[in-house]
């Protein structure tokens, strides 16, 4: 089928479902389906299929973009891009274990970023236009290719981590970067505070730091892994003034890729159907102090990134996140009467209502918030 008539049927759904008044649900290969805000009204939604809509637009290895419909599996892009030397730098998961795998559109949707958001800026960064199908049935472009084409109200951003909530991404253009030439992975004994005091430290400075990760193995230990990425004069100068075990290679890409997929030891309880334990996903201010909350903790992108696992109140969790500046996402697991996301401010509340209105005025699109 040909990439218009599958926008044509896709938009024949929405007038179907202004029509009949039933809500509508997009959906890619449902990677992250467990970050669905309100579970009873999807069983109850129309799902909006977008695998169908796949392949890649056009790709400009010189130029540093490439442009994708939502429907085409992330690895397929990520294969694509390997062969140029390019890469997507925020290391977006997959989450492989559910669905068929992870879509383009599902990776915008959903906003998440993997390790190396610390160092390069998360999935929001990288996009630079997209085309939405709205609540209208209408096709709307936003953005353009290239950096210098983005001006003004940038709505292709804003679908970053929108969860489909102002419509269903049909393209999105992303800005690519070269691989490094050079990696390696450090390994330093600390705390949980030393930690985080050190790698803002070192952040401070001019090195090549691509990401970083503090918990504790099972020995109780808690330990600092250090990723270096860059040119490999730089990233053997760092190595040899940073001191620390270095992984070999091997080891590191085990730990870096499980670290984003959630596959490490450490994440393997929340993974477990009905997990009792609730996942945390705490966002803070990267010079924020160890929380004191109950539970494992794991510390990622130089402190600004926080998992929690275990049963902590979830009122007490995100009055803690709030006090520190910043807020807490129950990310899986947990009870399900608990939001997944802190609902906003009452100011914010207004924004978000006119926006979502603007887009989908009957309402057919989930609400992240509950809200609509």
């Known amino acids: 089928m040909q990439a218009s008539d599958t926008v044509s049927a896709l938009q024949?759904?929405?007038?179907?479902?202004?029509?009949?008044?039933r809500p509508l649900v997009p959906r890619g290969g449902a990677s992250k389906r467990w970050l669905d805000p309100d579970p009873a009204r999807s069983r109850d939604a129309q799902v909006l299929d977008m695998r169908g809509h796949a392949g890649i637009v056009a790709y400009e290895p010189s130029e540093l973009y490439v442009t994708a419909?939502?429907?085409?599996?992330?690895?397929?892009?990520?294969?694509?891009?390997?062969?140029?030397?390019?890469?997507?730098?925020?290391?977006?998961?997959?989450?492989?274990?559910?669905?068929?795998?992870?879509?383009?559109?599902?990776?915008?949707?959903?906003?998440?970023?993997?390790?190396?958001?610390?160092?390069?800026?998360?999935?929001?960064?990288?996009?630079?236009?997209?085309s939405l199908l709205s609540g209208r049935a209408e096709v709307l472009h936003f953005g353009g290719q290239v950096m210098k084409n983005v001006a003004g109200f940038d709505v292709s951003r804003l679908l970053a981590g929108s969860m489909g909530s102002l419509g269903a991404i049909l393209e999105v253009s992303l800005k690519v970067l070269p691989q490094p030439r050079a990696q390696a992975t450090l390994v330093f004994d600390m705390d949980e505070r030393q930690s985080i005091e050190q790698v803002n430290q070192w952040c401070a400075r001019p090195l090549p730091i691509s990401a970083s990760a503090w918990f504790a193995g099972h020995d109780g230990r808690g330990r600092l892994h250090l990723r270096?990425?860059?040119?490999?004069?730089?990233?053997?100068?760092?190595?040899?003034?940073?001191?620390?075990?270095?992984?070999?290679?091997?080891?590191?890409?085990?730990?870096?890729?499980?670290?984003?997929?959630?596959?490490?030891?450490?994440?393997a309880?929340?993974?477990?159907?009905?997990?009792?334990e609730t996942l945390w996903r705490i966002a803070v201010p990267s010079t924020t102090p160890p929380l004191g909350l109950p539970g494992p903790?794991?510390?990622?992108?130089?402190?600004?990134?926080?998992?929690?696992?275990?049963?902590?109140?979830?009122?007490?969790?995100?009055?803690?996140?709030?006090?520190?500046?910043?807020?807490?996402?129950?990310?899986?697991?947990?009870?399900?009467?608990?939001?997944?996301?802190?609902?906003?401010?009452?100011?914010?509340?207004?924004?978000?209502?006119?926006?979502?209105?603007?887009?989908?005025?009957?309402?057919?699109?989930?609400?992240?918030f509950g809200l609509s």
């Open 12 to 21: 024949e759904q929405v007038r179907r479902a202004i029509a009949e008044r």
């Open 69 to 130: 419909r939502a429907g085409t599996p992330l690895a397929e892009l990520e294969q694509l891009l390997a062969g140029q030397g390019q890469c997507l730098p925020c290391d977006p998961p997959r989450f492989a274990r559910d669905g068929a795998g992870a879509t383009v559109g599902g990776m915008v949707a959903s906003g998440l970023s993997g390790p190396g958001r610390l160092s390069v800026g998360a999935v929001r960064d990288f996009v630079l236009g997209a």
């Open 269 to 276: 309880p929340s993974w477990q159907p009905a997990a009792p």
């Open 228 to 267: 270096l990425r860059g040119a490999r004069a730089a990233v053997d100068a760092a190595c040899a003034g940073l001191g620390g075990e270095r992984l070999d290679e091997a080891q590191a890409e085990v730990l870096w890729a499980g670290l984003r997929e959630q596959e490490l030891d450490w994440f």
């Open 297 to 368: 903790t794991l510390v990622e992108w130089g402190g600004t990134l926080r998992w929690l696992r275990g049963d902590a109140d979830a009122g007490l969790v995100r009055e803690v996140a709030a006090r520190a500046g910043g807020h807490a996402t129950r990310f899986r697991g947990g009870d399900a009467a608990v939001p997944v996301f802190t609902p906003p401010s009452p100011a914010l509340q207004v924004i978000h209502r006119r926006v979502k209105s603007s887009f989908d005025p009957h309402g057919l699109f989930p609400d992240c």
